[in-house]
T-cell receptor, first 112, second 117 residues
Framework: KQEVTQIPAALSVPEGENLVLNCSFT??????LQWFRQDPGKGLTSLLL?????REQTSGRLNASLDKSSGRSTLYIAASQPGDSATYLC???????????FGAGTRLFVKA | DAGVIQSPRHEVTEMGQEVTLRCKPI?????LFWYRQTMMRGLELLIY????????DSGMPEDRFSAKMPNASFSTLKIQPSEPRDSAVYFC???????????????FGEGSRLTVL
């Protein structure tokens, strides 16, 4: 059974800092991995989708990497801004079909 | 493009009442998911539809919960009768299913926050 863990659960950093959010999964047989952002009281916004054949994806200041063999993905945020404050969730889809398993998320606070 | 649209955004009801949540997926998407989010349990998949057909409803907690998808552009999640422990945020998500039934990029609605008193 796939389990997805995100560490740390919460993170507070000063504005301008580069930071890394971690996601680990127990079953390396994944189809894709998706990173989301969730603002309080809002839905989940897709940030990046990495296919199992890819090593990384980039969008603006965000870079997500995937290492299937070690069961890890990282989300790198460059030059963090107060507007980046949100909860970041990773979600893993296994090769067996449609089910996507979510981590509990990392709550990020960027101080101005 | 309009994203996934859910209604109502907020619902407050009394225990025992019927609750109906609605979802309009992104046009062209053939997969629809209903999730429930709580602080204690995080995001839980309730039911998955593919081409309007329920494929997996193993996450539906009890018979009090039911979901329908009468056409490609509309789905409902109904709770009857509602109980206080049903209080949560209910999300609808849609995607384009890929070869082999795999789900592509997931897109979520803003959610329906349900409070059962």
């Amino acid at each position: 059974k796939q389990e997805v863990t995100q560490i740390p659960a919460a993170l507070s950093v000063p504005e301008g800092e580069n930071l890394v959010l971690n996601c680990s999964f127990t079953d390396s047989a994944i189809y894709n991995l998706q990173w989301f952002r969730q603002d309080p009281g809002k839905g989940l916004t897709s940030l990046l989708l990495i296919q199992s054949s890819q090593r990384e994806q980039t969008s603006g200041r965000l870079n997500a990497s995937l290492d299937k063999s070690s069961g890890r993905s990282t989300l790198y945020i460059a030059a963090s801004q107060p507007g980046d404050s949100a909860t970041y969730l990773c979600a893993v889809m296994g090769t067996g079909g449609f089910k996507t398993i979510f981590g509990a998320g990392t709550r990020l606070f960027v101080k101005a | 493009d309009a994203g996934v649209i859910q209604s109502p955004r907020h619902e407050v009801t009394e225990m025992g009442q019927e609750v109906t949540l609605r979802c309009k997926p992104i046009s062209g998407h053939n997969s629809l998911f209903w999730y429930r989010q709580t602080m204690m349990r995080g995001l839980e998949l309730l039911i998955y539809f593919n081409n309007n057909v329920p494929i997996d409803d193993s996450g539906m907690p009890e018979d009090r919960f039911s979901a329908k998808m009468p056409n490609a552009s509309f789905s409902t999640l109904k709770i009857q009768p509602s109980e206080p422990r049903d209080s949560a945020v209910y999300f609808c998500a849609s995607s384009l299913a890929l070869a082999g039934g795999h789900t592509g990029e997931l897109f979520f609605g803003e959610g329906s926050r349900l409070t059962v008193l």
